[in-house]
C-alpha cells in the first residue's frame, strides 16, 4: 500500500484512568484504508508502565491492542502514552494522556536520607539538548530524602528530592523531585520520578533516576540518568565523599 505520511493516521484509546492493568486498543489507517502487518511500538512518559506485547501487529482491518501494566506501589501518577509506526518509510505516532496508579502493601519498602558532602562536588555530565549532545564538566549536587524519619519506621509522606550542576554560565537543576518508586538493595538506594528542570538549558518536567552506591570510607558512587519528551537528556557517573547524616536502610532501623 501507498500513502503519504499526512493521510496516514494512527489511533489510540487509553481508560482516563489505569489502576494496576488496562487493555488499550488503536487502529492504523491510510485514508479509507487499513494498515496490516504494521509493527506499533509503545513508550510512556514517566517511563513507569510496560506493554505486552511491545511492538504489536496490526490486524487485517488495521487494529491492535495490548496490555499496560503499572508496577506495585505506584502512586497516583500522570502519564502520556505514545504509540508509533512507520508505514512506507514515514513515521506516524500519536499521545494519549492517562492517570495510572496501583497501590501495593508497603509504600515504602525501605528509607534513606543521602546527600554529597559540603553540598559540591566535581562532576561530568553528558547531555542532549534538542539533538545535539555535548559534555560539560562542573560542580554538583545530590540529595534525596525518601520515607525516612529517625523512629524505627518509614514515613510515606516524606518525599523529595534534588540536583543542581554548574558549570561555568550553565546552570541545571532539577527540583521539587518526587518519587515513582523507590528501593534499597545491600549498599544501594535508588529513586525513580519526576522533577521540574529550571536553570538557563532545560525546562518542563524530567523522568529521573537517581542511583548511589555506598562505599568505604563514607564515600559513594552516584548514577544520574534524566530525561523529557523532547529527547533531551542529562546522564553522570561519579564519586564523591558523603554527607555524614547519610543513612540507608530498613524502615525498622534507627540512623
Known amino acids: 500500500m501507498v500513502c503519504s505520511e499526512d493521510a496516514c493516521v494512527l489511533t489510540l484509546e487509553v481508560p482516563a484512568n489505569i489502576s494496576c492493568e488496562a487493555t488499550i486498543t488503536g487502529s492504523i489507517f491510510c485514508g479509507d484504508d487499513p494498515v496490516s502487518g504494521a509493527d506499533i511500538s509503545f513508550s510512556s512518559f514517566p517511563n513507569i508502565v510496560t506493554f505486552s506485547p511491545n511492538p504489536v501487529v496490526s490486524l487485517a482491518n488495521g487494529t491492535f491492542s495490548t496490555t499496560v501494566t503499572v508496577p506495585e506501589n505506584t502512586p497516583f501518577t500522570s502519564v502520556l502514552i505514545t504509540a508509533t509506526t512507520t508505514v512506507n518509510g514515514q513515521t506516524v505516532s500519536t499521545h494519549v494522556g492517562t492517570n495510572v496508579e496501583c497501590p501495593g502493601p508497603d ?11 559540603g553540598n ?22 545530590v540529595t534525596a530524602v525518601q520515607c ?21 554560565g550553565t546552570t541545571i537543576n532539577f527540583i521539587q523531585g518526587r518519587r515513582i518508586h523507590i528501593d534499597c538493595t545491600a549498599n544501594t538506594a535508588r529513586v525513580h520520578g519526576t522533577a521540574m528542570a529550571s536553570g538557563n538549558l532545560f525546562s518542563g518536567i524530567f523522568d529521573v533516576e537517581i542511583i548511589l552506591t555506598l562505599l568505604p570510607g563514607n564515600t559513594g558512587t552516584w548514577q544520574i540518568n534524566a530525561s523529557d519528551l523532547l529527547g533531551n537528556t542529562f546522564t553522570t557517573t561519579f564519586t564523591a ?13 534507627q540512623p
Open 120 to 141: 559540591s562536588a566535581p562532576a561530568t555530565v553528558n547531555i542532549t539538548q534538542q539533538g545535539v549532545p555535548s559534555t560539560l564538566a562542573g560542580t554538583i549536587n
Open 241 to 253: 565523599p558523603l554527607n555524614p547524616i547519610t543513612f540507608v536502610g530498613d524502615c525498622n532501623q
Open 148 to 168: 525516612f524519619i529517625t523512629a524505627p519506621m518509614c514515613n510515606p509522606a516524606v518525599d523529595n528530592f534534588n540536583i543542581t550542576f554548574g558549570s561555568g
Open 107 to 117: 509504600q515504602c519498602p525501605c528509607k534513606f536520607r543521602i546527600g554529597i558532602q
